[in-house]
């Protein structure tokens, strides 16, 4: 995850530090484990303006729950196909627990993410399994114990973009490949994805041009400030009913649910990244990397999409928000 600067200090485990007067500060020490456990092993420290606390997430423990939360067009494919042989091959192995493609193939649908769970109710219980979650939808409500979350981040503008050329070609030409067994109606899933049917319709309509989905799009509360509402609704939000069509007029504040998101993640990547990303999670999780970097696709050829210089200012004034958000989290996308 990326950090922000701070004054270094010397900190024993298991301290916490005295209230920083100012700013929600962040950050990492890489330390060495102890010589029976060995390896090696990230401590976060978080430290607050009213309550200073103190957690460690850069190892998570065996006892807790990891959900690999992957947001739409970051490369979170790419990283979850890598992670499922890199548990299998664990020792011992990590249970896996895909609830995105189980719920897709098995229930055609992929947000009812409770029924889904349900099927998962016993093994959840056991602490130690690798989750993939692909909607806002909230899940804690189903684990004994809260679950830590990882997930990879992409720049505002380069995102909408992709999803929405994404969504036009998914409504235009069918499922992807290797989709075919068993698919599902695509105006359903992008519809369950937080699409209104307005903008489908005006998707699936060729002789729309790009430019003009991209407008009409920015329309949408979901897709306008993604990475607020998508993070807001998955530890603040409802499960039921998903997706939602309701937005709240005052949400907490970009820094308030910035705080939120770090007490909860253990590590947050960067497009176009992807690679280290997937190593960092497996690493935060201490599985052994499995897969190199050559066989990772080249994500950045795949999802250029050209614009106008024009509007693409446009569209980083549009994200006004949602970089300020990103920003509080550590990132620069400037």
Known sequence: MATKS????????????????????????????????????????????????????????????????????????????ALIPTAALSIPPVPIFDLY?????????????????????????KGRTLIHHHTSQPIESFFERPPVYTTIVRDPVDRFISEVNHGRTLLCSGPEEGDQANPMDPRVEIEERGWSRGLIDMAAFDEVSFEDLLARALQEPYLARY???????????????????????????????????????????????????????????QMPVRVRGENFPNLLQRNSHTLVPDLRKDLRSAFKEDYEFLSHLGFDFS
């Not at 719920?103 to 998962?120: A, I, S």
């Not at 609704?233 to 910035?258: D, K, T, V």
């Open 6 to 81: 701070t004054k270094k200090t010397k900190t024993k485990p298991g301290q916490t530090e005295p209230c920083l007067p100012q700013s929600f500060v962040f950050s990492v020490f890489f330390v060495a484990k102890s010589q029976e456990a060995g390896g090696s092993f990230a401590e976060v420290y978080f430290w607050c303006n009213e309550k200073p606390s103190f957690r460690v997430l850069g190892l998570v423990s065996f006892s807790e729950p990891l959900v690999f939360f992957h947001l739409a067009k970051t490369g979170g494919s790419s990283i979850w196909r």
């Open 101 to 125: 493609h189980y719920g897709r193939c098995n229930l055609r649908t992929v947000t009812k993410t409770p029924k889904v769970l349900e099927h998962f109710k016993d093994p959840l219980k």
């Open 227 to 285: 990475y607020y509402w998508t993070f807001f609704h998955l530890l603040l939000g409802q499960p039921e009913p998903f997706p939602p069509r309701c937005f709240p007029e005052e949400g907490p504040s970009n820094e308030i649910l910035a705080d939120v998101v770090r007490a909860r993640f253990a590590y947050i990547g960067r497009f176009p990244f992807v690679y280290k990303t997937y190593v960092k999670i497996a690493q935060t999780y």
